[in-house]
């Protein structure tokens, strides 16, 4: 690996280092005969506040994030939402809260039906494993000879216990694996960390191949357009921190875009690939009409705040002498806050009944976590989490002009979808009553936000439009499919354009079920055999006594959980 010495040409160019594309450049480069470039527009993350867990909650700004915001979002009261992503190599994985959720099954199976061969869950799950280094299960729906770790959260606070009991205590079952048979239920988190430090998709599959002479990976290089000559992706254009011309490096087999759900389209309109009349008032000449950035869709978080009569949570913690203690305390023991992602406990719960396919998610903080953390509050507090899964709203994503250093602009439209609302407010209302469980109820002091007031369905609707956020899920904008609405095929080929793929979490065709880094890493190792032509061999659901059963997964598992 080399930050330096960049040649003129490589095999694969991989534009955008994060949770997909650090996995597609690793992957590329195990043949020692491929030439692989990645660029990445952030920097590196040898910060500390990326290797420790609890430094996530730091790590906001242009330094490491792209610091975006919506346009105007007519049903939430006109406002302009925070709609952060990561930026530094690995990307999401570096600055998330490290959650390891996949997904439901079924949200695989609906790629599957819509024509999406191969995108199965029996045809992903392979490749789920083959990422996963799991220090606690080895079954059949878990590896544990991956790069990236996966492990149990050391020492989540007594609060997070208390969650996990109240959630029981209202009628929703334990669940120790939201990755294994079924998601429905409450439990712990597991976290893509390995010994308490962050394994994001740079530590586990870049990092340790820095000595490949095949593998060239250049940081702070923000990749302008890619030049399309004869139908086919032949070069990559980018610029360097004070350099005023940009670098030109070229493409013999593939470029491929890994640059996320909002830059990875920006990119193709950048270069010609795009809605042809949008293109066309910018002054771009487009190269092939798709409808690149269109189908965007993102999880929108609810959520209720309640303070706490005693000093339990994690609030106070990160300031003044506290922190230090806590800094001395995970250096010398490896123990302590630092280790926590403070997102430790969740949920998979459902509001119509479908415990298979639940589609609402729960994401427990024990502290105070108002506006991304914007907002301060004395005194102790938690927060509960709560997003429709599966919202039926679609946004886009476009350009504001032709200059690549203009922000694109980003229109989630939450809340487009009448259906929206009634799964959001009927999830909140399951927060609400796990948090009025017997477990809380000697903490419990009063309900901070919204405020016990607000009761009704209107009530509710009001308080979302004043206060929903973004929970971090862009997806969609360079759908996968074969219909007009398509950008990409099965094995993530732009339509029309040779030499030109999309592997991230823009090709979904839905979103996912869950937090979307494993599913982008589990994109990245998928679309790696596509390039290569190979496939792993669809998972075998084994029996007890290891026989393959042959009925569907919902007679395996038992139809519904209750």
Known sequence: MSDTTVNKEYDYVVVGGGSAGCVVASRLSEDPTIRVLLLEAGAKNDSPL????????????????????????????????????????????????????????????????????????DDLLPYFRKSEDNERFADVYHGTEGPMGVSDQRFPIDLTRKFVRAAQEAGFPYNADFNGRSQHGVGFYQVTQRAVRRSSTAAAFIYPHQSRPNLTVVTNARVTRIAIKN???????????????????AA?????????????????????????????????????????????????????????????SYNGHDRGPMALWHGLQFLMFGSGPITSNVCEGGAFVSTTGDC??????????????????????????????????????????????????AEPLIDPDYMSHPNDWRHSIDGFKLAREILDQPSFRKLYKAEHLPGKEIRTDEQMAAYIRQWAKTDFHPAGTCKMGKDETAVVDVDLKVHGVEGLRVIDASIMPTLVSGNTNAPSIMIGERGVDAILKRREPKAAIPTMDGKRDKRPFSAIVGGRLS
């Open 252 to 312: 013999a087999a593939e470029v491929v875009v890994s640059a996320g759900a909002i830059n990875s389209p920006k990119l193709l309109m950048l270069s010609g690939v795009g809605p042809a009349a949008h293109l066309k008032r910018l002054g771009i000449e487009p190269v092939a009409d798709l409808p690149v950035g269109r189908n965007l869709q993102d999880h929108m978080d609810v959520y209720c705040c309640v303070s706490l009569k005693e000093p339990v």
């Open 50 to 121: 990326v290797r420790w867990p609890a430094g996530y909650a730091r790590l906001q700004g242009s330094k490491v994030r792209w610091e975006w915001s919506t346009v105007p979002q007519k049903h939430l009261d006109n406002r302009e939402l925070l709609f952060p992503q990561g930026k530094l190599l690995g990307g999401g994985s570096s600055v998330n809260s490290m959650v390891y959720i996949r997904g439901n099954r079924r949200d695989y199976d609906s790629w599957l039906e819509q024509g999406n061969e191969g995108w199965g869950y």
């Open 231 to 249: 139908g086919r992706a032949a070069s990559v254009d980018y610029l360097l921190p004070g350099s005023a011309r940009p670098q030109t490096v």
């Open 356 to 405: 298979d396919w639940p589609d609402i998610q729960m994401h427990f903080l024990p502290a105070y976590v108002i506006d991304h953390g914007r907002v301060r509050v004395a005194g102790h507090g938690m927060t509960l989490n709560t997003a429709y899964l599966r919202p039926e709203s679609r946004g886009y994503v476009t350009l504001a002009s032709a200059d690549p250093m």
